[in-house]
C-alpha cells in the first residue's frame, strides 16, 4: 500500500507493508490511533448512485487522554493541513486526510456533528474525539440528541488504560464492585452501538460495527468506540485489506406486498384520511415523491417538527404543523379524520397532543415507517419500508385505482388553510417601525427576507411553537428545528454544522437569551473558521417560554426571570445588567442592535449579505396576555393560541390559588385522553 492510499503526508515515508512469515497477508505496521483515522478516510457511502464520504471531519479537544494518540494521528493524516484554510470551509470529499476541527465545549462539537448530518441527508457524518473524565462525559447531552433525532455522529472518547499500570489514574472513576467500569459507560443507553476498544486489533471488528450502525437507516445514531489512552497509542501489525476502500450502500427498503396491500384497503376506504409526514420523509430525501403523492390523492398533509417543509407552505394539500403546536386546519382535521397515514413519524406527544388528538376510538392508523418499532405504534397497519420506496407503491397501487379524496373534502381543507394563513399575516404584521418587535414580528421580517435558499435553525424555548404553526417553509431543507430532544445550547454549534454541510446557504440560528447563555462558546469557532452563520439572538430577561407554562400549571413562573432578588429573597427586583451583544463582540462576532422594527429589518438585512459571522441582538417587546377558553380575534397581537393539549402534570395537592385552579383544568384535559393499544 503506497504512501497516498494511507494518507500520510508526503514529506513522510509511507509505513512499510510487510508480508509475514506463514501467509500471504500483508501488514502494515500503525498505532491504533493512526489506523482507526486512515480506515475512517476510506469509508464512504452511496444511495441512489450518489457517493460520498463518510466521515467529513474530526472535532476535537485534546487533553492526556486523546493528544499522544489520536491528536497525533489527526496531525500525521493531515488534520491540520486539509481541514481548513482562509475562507475555505471543510468539505466532505476533503481526499484521503482526516480534516480536523476545534472546538471550545466537548456537547457543542456532538451538535455540530448533527447539525451537519442533518443537513447532510444522513450520508456523511462528523467524529468527535475528546480526552478521558469530563471531557468524555461533556459528550452524553450531545449522544442523546443524535440517537433521539436518528442522526449519525461517531464519538471517539479517551478511556483510561487499559493495562493499568497506575490504578487509578488522573480524572478516573473508581467503582468498587467493577473494575472494568468507567465513565464511559454513561455512553452506552444513548448509543446505537457502543465498544471499549481494550486490544488494538479489537478495534477492527469494532470499526465495522460502527460504520455499519452509522449507515444503517434503522439503527443510526450515535456511535462511541471508547479508545483506551495506552491502546491508542499501542502499534500493530494490521492487515492491508483493513484499510480498503468501502462503499457503504444506504439501502430503501420496499414494502412487504401484504403490509402493502392492507394500507392500500385502508386508504381506498378512508373519507377523510390525513398524512401527518415526519422526519423519515426528510432523511429518505422524499420530499418530492410526497408532493406527487398528495397531488394526486387530494390527501392532506400535515407536518411534525421533523417533518415541517417537507412540502412547500403554498402546496395545495400542506396543511402545516400538527399537535400541541399544529395549526388550527391541521389539528382539527386529525380530530375528524377516520384514518390517519404516519409517514416516518415516531408519533410523539407534541404530534398526538399528549394522547388527545384523535379522539374517535374508530380512528385507524397505517404508519409507513423504515422501522418496525415505530410502524406499529398508534395499533396501526404496518408498512415497514423506506419512505419514498413505500409512497412510490402506494401511489403505483391507488393510481391503478384513480384513488382521490372526496372533492368536498379537499374544498373544506382548502378554505380552512387559506383562514389560517390570514392568521400568519396578521401574527407577521410590523406597521410600527419605530416600535419594539414582538417574537412573531421577527419571524415576520425574516420571512419577508429569506428565499428557499436559507436554513432557520431552532431547539428550545417558545420559538419552536410560533415556528411550526407559523413559518412558511420554502424548501425541504430550510426548516431545522431539533424537537427531538429540544435541547437548549444546540442553535449555534448545529449551525456552524450545517454551514459546513452546506457552504453557499444563508444559515440562521435562532436564540433566546436563555439558550444564548447555555452554550456561546462555538461563536469562536465560526470566527475561527470564517463560517458567516447569522446569530439571532432575542432577549426577553429570562427563561420566557417556561415561564408561560409556568404560569398555566400553577407555577405562578417562579424561577424563569433574570432579576436581582427582592429584600424577601424572591427574584422580582432589577433585571440582571447583561448585554449578550457585548458578550458576542468579545467572542470576535460582529454584533448588532436592533431595538426597533426599523433597525431589526435593516440589522436582519446587514447579517444576510455578511461574509462574516453576525450576531443581531433584538431588545423584545414584552409579549400579549395570554388568550384563554377561546380562539384569538385576527387582530390581536401575537402568535395564535395552543390548538391542543400537551400534558405537564399539575401538582394534585397545592395550597396556592393557582395551583388549585391549574389542577382543575389539567383534569377536564386528561379525561379527554384515548389511549391506544
Not at 506463514?22 to 476510506?42: D, E, K, M, N, S
Request: charged share 20%; glycine share 10%.
Amino acid at each position: 500500500m503506497d504512501q497516498g492510499d494511507l494518507g500520510h503526508p508526503g514529506d513522510r515515508p509511507p509505513a512499510p507493508a510487510v508480508r509475514r512469515p506463514g501467509g500471504p497477508q500483508v501488514t502494515v505496521r500503525l498505532t491504533t490511533a493512526h489506523a482507526l483515522i486512515a480506515f475512517l478516510a476510506r469509508q464512504y457511502t452511496e444511495r441512489d448512485g450518489a457517493r460520498q464520504r463518510l466521515i467529513g471531519a474530526t472535532w476535537g479537544i485534546f487533553g492526556h487522554g486523546n493528544v499522544a494518540g489520536i491528536g497525533q494521528a489527526l496531525l500525521e493524516y493531515g488534520g491540520s493541513e486539509d481541514a481548513k484554510g482562509p475562507g475555505s470551509p471543510v468539505t466532505r470529499d476533503a481526499g484521503s486526510g482526516m480534516p480536523f476541527l476545534q472546538g471550545r465545549n466537548e456537547q457543542a462539537m456532538v451538535h455540530a456533528a448533527v447539525g451537519y448530518a442533518r443537513q447532510s441527508g444522513r450520508l456523511s457524518a462528523h467524529a468527535v474525539t475528546t480526552s478521558i473524565g469530563p471531557g468524555a462525559t461533556n459528550l452524553v447531552t450531545g449522544a442523546a440528541l443524535a440517537t433521539v433525532n436518528h442522526l449519525p455522529v461517531l464519538l471517539l472518547p479517551g478511556d483510561t488504560f487499559a493495562s493499568r499500570p497506575a490504578d487509578p489514574v488522573l480524572q478516573q472513576l473508581e467503582v468498587p464492585h467493577a473494575g472494568d467500569v468507567s465513565v464511559n459507560d454513561c455512553l452506552r443507553p444513548v448509543s446505537r452501538y457502543f465498544d471499549r476498544i481494550t486490544r488494538p486489533e479489537a478495534l477492527i471488528p469494532a470499526a465495522l460495527q460502527a460504520v455499519r450502525t452509522l449507515t444503517d437507516p434503522v439503527s443510526t445514531g450515535a456511535v462511541t468506540l471508547a479508545l483506551p489512552q495506552d491502546v491508542q497509542a499501542e502499534a500493530y501489525d494490521w492487515p492491508e485489506e483493513f484499510f480498503a476502500e468501502r462503499v457503504w450502500h444506504v439501502r430503501r427498503p420496499a414494502p412487504d406486498p401484504y403490509e402493502l396491500d392492507r394500507a392500500v384497503r385502508a386508504v381506498r376506504a378512508a373519507r377523510r384520511p390525513l398524512l401527518v409526514a415526519g422526519g423519515g420523509v426528510r432523511h429518505s430525501a422524499a420530499e418530492e415523491t410526497l408532493a406527487a403523492f398528495a397531488a394526486a390523492t387530494g390527501i392532506p398533509v400535515a407536518t411534525t417538527q421533523a417533518g415541517k417543509g417537507t412540502l412547500r407552505h403554498d402546496h395545495p394539500q400542506d396543511v402545516g404543523g400538527i399537535g400541541h403546536t399544529g395549526t388550527a386546519t391541521a389539528d382539527e382535521l386529525a380530530r375528524e379524520a377516520d384514518l390517519v397515514i404516519g409517514v416516518g413519524t415516531r408519533w410523539t406527544d407534541f404530534s398526538t397532543a399528549s394522547a388527545t388528538l384523535f379522539p374517535d376510538p374508530a380512528t385507524r392508523f397505517v404508519n409507513l415507517n423504515v422501522t418496525g418499532f415505530d410502524a406499529h405504534k398508534q395499533a396501526a397497519l404496518p408498512l415497514v419500508a423506506d419512505a419514498r420506496a413505500g409512497l412510490e407503491a402506494l401511489a403505483a397501487a391507488l393510481g391503478a385505482h384513480g384513488h382521490r379524496v372526496d372533492p368536498g373534502y379537499q374544498r373544506s381543507y382548502t378554505e380552512g388553510k387559506a383562514r389560517w394563513e390570514a392568521r400568519v399575516d396578521a401574527a407577521f404584521a410590523a406597521p410600527d417601525p419605530e416600535a419594539a418587535p414582538t417574537q412573531t414580528q421577527v419571524l415576520g421580517l425574516l420571512d419577508a427576507l429569506v428565499t428557499e435558499d436559507d436554513v432557520l435553525i431552532n431547539a428550545a424555548g417558545s420559538l419552536p411553537g410560533d415556528l411550526h404553526q407559523l413559518w412558511r417553509a420554502r424548501s425541504p431543507r430550510q426548516y431545522h428545528v431539533e424537537y427531538g430532544y429540544s435541547c437548549m445550547g444546540y442553535e449555534i454549534p448545529a449551525a456552524i454544522g450545517v454551514q459546513l454541510a452546506a457552504p453557499g446557504r444563508p444559515v440562521w440560528a435562532l436564540v433566546g437569551d436563555g439558550t444564548y447563555l447555555m452554550n456561546p462558546t462555538e461563536i469562536v469557532t465560526a470566527v475561527q473558521e470564517r463560517l458567516p452563520v447569522k446569530l439571532v439572538v432575542l432577549d426577553n430577561h429570562g427563561y420566557a417560554s417556561i415561564g408561560g407554562l409556568s404560569a398555566a400549571v400553577g407555577g405562578e413562573r417562579f424561577g424563569t426571570d433574570y432579576r436581582h432578588r427582592d429584600p424577601g429573597g424572591a427574584f422580582t427586583g432589577d433585571p440582571l445588567p447583561l448585554d449578550l451583544a457585548a458578550n458576542a463582540a468579545s467572542l470576535g462576532m460582529r454584533s448588532l442592535r436592533a431595538r426597533t422594527v426599523g433597525e431589526l429589518r435593516a440589522a436582519l438585512a446587514e447579517a444576510r449579505a455578511a461574509d462574516h459571522p453576525v450576531c443581531v441582538h433584538v431588545a423584545l417587546a414584552p409579549p400579549p396576555s395570554a388568550h384563554h377558553g377561546g380562539p384569538v380575534p385576527d387582530h390581536v397581537p401575537g402568535p395564535p393560541p395552543a390548538q391542543a393539549w400537551w400534558d405537564v402534570p399539575v401538582a394534585e395537592t397545592a395550597t396556592r390559588p393557582a395551583a388549585v385552579e391549574a389542577r382543575e383544568v389539567y383534569d377536564r384535559r386528561r379525561a379527554t385522553r384515548h389511549r391506544r393499544l
